[in-house]
């Protein structure tokens, strides 16, 4: 039975600017406003459909589906609850910001979900030339994350294996900030020796060393009022550490070869691949620093839990790569780069796809243009000899520890998306990442 629309909550629906629609706990749209069906559907009145058909064309809730549904997590919280999720548009897939909040009668009783769609360009879902794109639920997560804290002025720790595309989200989030008018300004850690690293950080004044023969604007100078994007933090030398330290405590830093000082305005974000923790208790990186720009840790996946991105990755290089050649890839190469592994992840695709570009001139790519990829070497070997979850010489566990055993193990070792693996598991997706942050502590989506 169609739950009836208060006469009040249709009227504050249909003032809602942006598209907005009323569901009830069935998934079944009850009432939209104007924007809602103008944007999606043309202005056609879809009332009665399921949102998961309306906005997906699937036949069963996105939950069940591998993605994370706002609307079953606000049945579930019984509050207010922001997802970042994928909405198909006229145009395309498209990322939408879904705040989905309980209507409650006077007794508190949730008459109906009333859900509020802000379309976002963080990222995309359809093939782009440059940014992010992807689809995946491993990705659409971090991407979540970084939604969230775009506009925050915290400093972000971006972690994950080289290639995984860690300056693009830095600019992701830069572009998102309030700060976006203001420069970006990205620095490679590696390989500065200390007198380089200061005199590029905070420049240096003429005739402070050899060589000094002009006053030098350092980085941090060049950033004011955006952002720092310092890559590879894990390579900075303990000697420079305490520097960076010191300008993150007290915001002020002094040119070399210079007494005056000078108030620094910035958001900072750093990026590694190196195990910061596994560094600090060796010694070789400085804990209060890691306290410092590590407010907001975000894990970036690597591509091979991203495999249903893939084809989509590979269609927005080539556009970058080959813009006038308008190269396309057949289903069978997108099938066959979706089967490798991707030791050196995004990088190494684009790689792969220049090679191809070059073999194929003006025709589409087969699997014949990849035969890098059909080396025995070069595919995923089965692992002969794993250390077991647990040994019958082993003292008895409780059944705790040893699902978070279980867990770690196949965080480390299972090779396809998340979302299969739950489904291996049987359980939903979004039962497997919730049991990961409770059992092992740590956002789902983290690894050893």
């Given amino acids: 039975m169609t739950t009836p629309i208060n006469k ?21 749209i009850l009432a939209t406003n ?12 879809v009332t009665g459909e399921h949102c998961y058909q309306s906005s997906h064309g699937y036949d069963r809730p996105c939950d069940e589906a591998g993605e994370c549904c706002p609307l079953k997590n606000c049945i579930n919280s019984n509050a207010t609850e922001q997802l970042l999720h994928v909405h198909h548009s006229p145009s395309g897939k498209e990322y939408v910001d879904v705040e989905t909040s309980p209507i409650k009668d006077s007794q508190g009783q949730v008459l109906y979900y009333r859900e509020i769609l802000k379309q976002t360009l963080i990222a995309s879902a359809e093939p782009k030339a440059s940014g992010l794109v992807g689809v995946s639920p491993s990705f659409t997560q971090m991407l979540d994350e970084v939604h969230k804290v775009a506009r925050e002025q915290i ?17 992701a989030l830069h572009d998102a900030s309030d700060r976006a008018r203001k420069p970006f300004v990205p620095v490679e850690c590696s390989g500065l020796s200390e007198m380089l690293f200061e ?72 990026a590694t691949n190196r195990d910061l923790n596994q ?7 400085r804990q209060d620093l890691y306290y410092r720009i590590s407010t907001y840790p975000i894990q970036l996946p690597p591509l091979r839990e991203r495999r249903e991105d893939i084809g989509l990755l590979a269609r927005s290089i080539l556009l970058r790569i080959s813009p006038k050649l308008s190269l396309s890839l057949t289903n069978k190469a997108c099938d066959h780069l979706s089967r490798y592994p991707f030791p050196g992840n995004i990088r190494e695709l684009v790689n792969i796809l220049e090679r191809a570009r070059i073999r194929a ?42 699902e978070s055993r279980y ?32 059992t092992l502590g740590k956002r789902p989506y983290d690894q050893d």
């Fill in 361 to 402: 001139g003006r025709t589409q790519l087969t699997p014949a243009h990849f035969p890098d990829l059909l080396t025995p070497l070069q595919r995923v070997k089965p692992t002969t000899q794993q250390s077991p979850v647990w040994s019958p010489d082993e003292a008895i566990i409780t059944l705790k520890e040893l």
């Fill in 407 to 438: 867990l770690r193990h196949l965080l480390k070792t299972y090779p396809n998306t998340q979302a299969k693996l739950a489904s291996q598991l049987g359980m939903s997706h979004r039962t497997l990442t919730r049991k990961i942050s409770s």
């Fill in 279 to 285: 560094m600090m208790e060796k010694g070789q990186f």
């Fill in 155 to 171: 400093p972000v720790l971006l972690l994950g294996e080289s290639g995984t595309g860690k300056e693009l989200i830095a600019r």
């Fill in 34 to 45: 104007s924007a809602y069906r103008d944007v999606y559907h043309g202005g056609e009145d």
């Fill in 199 to 270: 005199s590029e950080l905070f420049g240096h004044h003429k005739g402070a060393f050899t060589g000094a023969l002009f006053d030098k604007e350092g980085l941090i100078e060049v950033a004011q009022g955006g952002t720092l994007f310092l890559d590879e933090i894990g390579d900075v030398p303990s000697s420079l550490q305490v520097k960076l330290l010191r300008l993150l405590e007290s915001r002020t830093y002094r040119k070399v070869g210079e007494t005056k000082t000078r108030q620094a305005n910035f958001r900072l974000i750093c």
């Fill in 8 to 28: 009040n909550h249709r009227q504050a629906l249909n003032a809602i600017s942006d598209p907005a629609m009323l569901l009830d706990a069935n998934y079944r």
